[in-house]
């Protein structure tokens, strides 16, 4: 390894005001083959002929993290620092690892869903972080209730829907984290809708997180959870069971308080 502040990977990442963000290493930023023209001379048989540099990639990998709005207290997230604290968590981790390994975009996603702080998120974030970065997937994270208020904001401009739903559809993973958050209006169930909808005709890869439970449980004394399907309305929810895995994220000592 030559140089110590980015283990040779090229970029950091940092906090943002409200994002994290990535950016080249000093040790990459003048490139040291091309001097930052993107181009460099090889001998062939005497002769220079110029090549693209590898640094394009470089510089369009951080670009698409930049994009992708996650977190800025999430920006250190990354599926080898996910910490295993028992439940289902180290079983949850590997699975994700081959997930990441064999995922093409298009791909089936998968739902992640357990009580709060069981690290769904963190989960989530880490692979999105090696997406962008490692495979140059574009991608975006995107907080259920976050998008409500782009919305509102939107109408109130006179700006299409479409310009905040759009580039939600066209990324090549999507993010919807704490799904089944909020008022549950005709309104926002209309808007997930749409998005799912959209997503699932053009066969992209959703991936989400909620803290509500997706077994056929119902609610009572031992199941304290209230149910995803009463959240988002049947027919969203038939749709992310064809998209998406379902994996159960829980802690410790999370059966012990239920
Ligand atoms: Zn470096
Ligand atoms: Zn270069």
Known sequence: MNCRKCGDRGYLIEMGDETAVAKVCPCRSPCPKCADTGWWMELVDGRPISKPCDCRHLRRHVSRYNDTGIPARM???????FEDKGGTQGEVKAHLKLFRQAFRPGNRGFLLWGPPGTGKTHLACALLT???????????FQ??????????????LNRSEDAILGPLV?????????LGKGRATEWEISVLDQLVSRRYNAQKTILATTNFDVTDATPGPDTPIARLVDRVDSRIYSRLREMCDFHQVDGPDWRKRG
């Open 170 to 178: 066209d990324v090549d993973i999507l993010v919807i984290d704490e």
């Open 130 to 140: 090696y997406f962008t970065l490692e495979r140059g997937y574009t991608a975006r």
């Open 75 to 81: 920006h250190r997230c990354k599926l080898e620092n």
């Open 143 to 156: 907080d259920f209730f976050h998008l409500l208020s782009d919305l509102k904001a939107a109408y109130a």
